[in-house]
C-alpha cells in the first residue's frame, strides 16, 4: 500500500476510535533537534551511557570533583535543550487532545515537550528533565522553560568551579527546606508510573506508537499490553516499524510530517 493510503488507513482508525492513547519515543523529538538515543553521531554515540553515572547533584555532593566526561554531557545536553522547541508531530499531538480525540500520551521522552505542545495528561515512564523531586519530602516541582534553563546553567557554573554549597543552595529549592534531584529515571533506576501507564494501555481501543526502537523495557511491552486488551495499532517510524507482528498500520515516515497529515484527515471526518 502507499503512503497515501496507509495515512488514510490510519486517519480513519484514529477518527472511530474513542480511547486513543499515544506512545512516544525519541523519534519524536528529533526533529526539535534533540538526537535520539541510537542517532550516529549522537549524544548517546559519544557518551556511554556508564560513563554518566547517575544523578548529577547526589554525585556532586559526594564532594570529589565532578568527571570531565559529565560536566561536557551536562554541558552539551542544555546546549541542545535549550535551542529545541516543539515541532509540528507534537503540535499534532496536541491538536488530537484538543479535538477530544487523544486522552493520554505516554511518553520515554524526559524534555517536556509534550506539555508544551498543550498535552495535559503525560505520563512520563522516564520522567521528566525540567521537574525536580524533593529528596526529603517526596514533593515534585515542574519548573517552567525559563525556570529550568536558569537553574540548568546555575548547575553548568557549580560543577565548573566545583562549588558543592553552591550546588546544595541551588537543589534547594523544595518549600520544606529539602534538597532536590532532577526527576529523571537514571540506568538501573525503576521507571516512573508504570501501572497508571499499562492501565492506559489496556483500556484504550487505539494506540499511536511513535518513533521508538521499542527496546527499552519495560516501556516496550506497552503496545503489547493495548493489542492483547483489543486497542488496534498505528505506527510511525521514520526508519522501520518496530512492533512488524502487532500493528495494524505502519508508516515509514517522519511524525512530523506523517502526524499533521492524519490530524488534516482525522479533521475532515468528524
Ligand atoms: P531510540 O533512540 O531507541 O529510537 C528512536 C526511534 O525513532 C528509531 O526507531 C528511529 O528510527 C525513530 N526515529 C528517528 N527520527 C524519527 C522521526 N523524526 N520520526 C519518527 N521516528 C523517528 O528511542 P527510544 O525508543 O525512545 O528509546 C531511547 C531512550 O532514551 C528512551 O528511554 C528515552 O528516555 C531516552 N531518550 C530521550 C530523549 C528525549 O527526551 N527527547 C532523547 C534521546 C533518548
Keep these: 500500500m502507499d503512503d497515501d493510503r496507509l495515512i488514510e488507513e490510519a486517519a480513519r482508525l484514529i477518527s472511530s476510535a474513542s480511547q486513543l492513547v499515544a506512545f512516544s519515543g525519541a523519534g519524536v523529538s528529533e526533529e526539535s533537534g534533540i538526537p535520539t538515543f541510537r ?23 559526594s564532594g ?23 515541532n509540528p508531530g507534537h503540535e499534532a499531538l496536541g491538536r488530537l487532545e484538543e ?3 487523544l486522552r493520554s500520551v505516554i511518553t520515554q521522552n524526559i524534555d517536556n515537550l509534550h506539555r508544551q505542545a498543550g498535552n495535559s495528561n503525560v505520563i512520563e515512564v522516564h520522567g521528566n528533565v525540567t521537574r525536580m ?4 519530602c517526596g514533593n515534585k516541582i515542574l519548573l517552567d522553560r525559563d525556570e529550568f534553563l536558569a537553574a540548568a546553567h546555575d548547575l553548568i557554573d557549580c560543577l565548573k568551579r566545583n562549588d558543592v554549597e553552591g550546588l546544595v543552595k541551588l537543589a534547594s529549592m523544595c518549600p520544606c527546606g529539602g534538597v532536590c534531584r532532577i526527576d529523571v529515571v537514571n540506568f538501573g533506576e525503576p521507571v516512573q508510573d508504570l501501572p497508571k501507564a499499562v492501565l492506559e494501555a489496556r483500556t484504550c481501543d487505539a494506540m499511536l506508537i511513535l ?60
Design 39 to 61: 542517532d550516529p553521531g549522537g549524544l548517546w554515540d559519544r557518551y556511554d551511557p556508564s560513563d554518566i553515572g547517575g544523578d548529577v547533584f547526589e554525585d556532586a555532593f
Design 64 to 86: 570529589s570533583p565532578v568527571p570531565d566526561t559529565t560536566f561536557r554531557f551536562v554541558s552539551e545536553f542544555v546546549a541542545t535543550f535549550e535551542k529545541a522547541g516543539t
Design 99 to 101: 479535538m477530544g480525540i
Design 133 to 136: 523531586a524533593c529528596l526529603a
Design 211 to 270: 518513533g521508538t526502537s521499542g527496546v527499552v523495557w519495560p516501556a516496550a511491552t506497552l503496545p503489547g499490553h493495548a493489542k492483547k486488551a483489543g486497542a488496534r495499532l498505528v505506527e510511525i517510524n521514520a526508519t522501520a516499524c518496530c512492533f512488524p507482528d502487532i500493528i495494524d498500520v505502519g508508516i515509514t515516515g517522519k511524525t512530523g510530517e506523517v502526524l499533521p497529515r492524519i490530524v488534516e484527515l482525522v479533521q475532515g471526518m468528524r
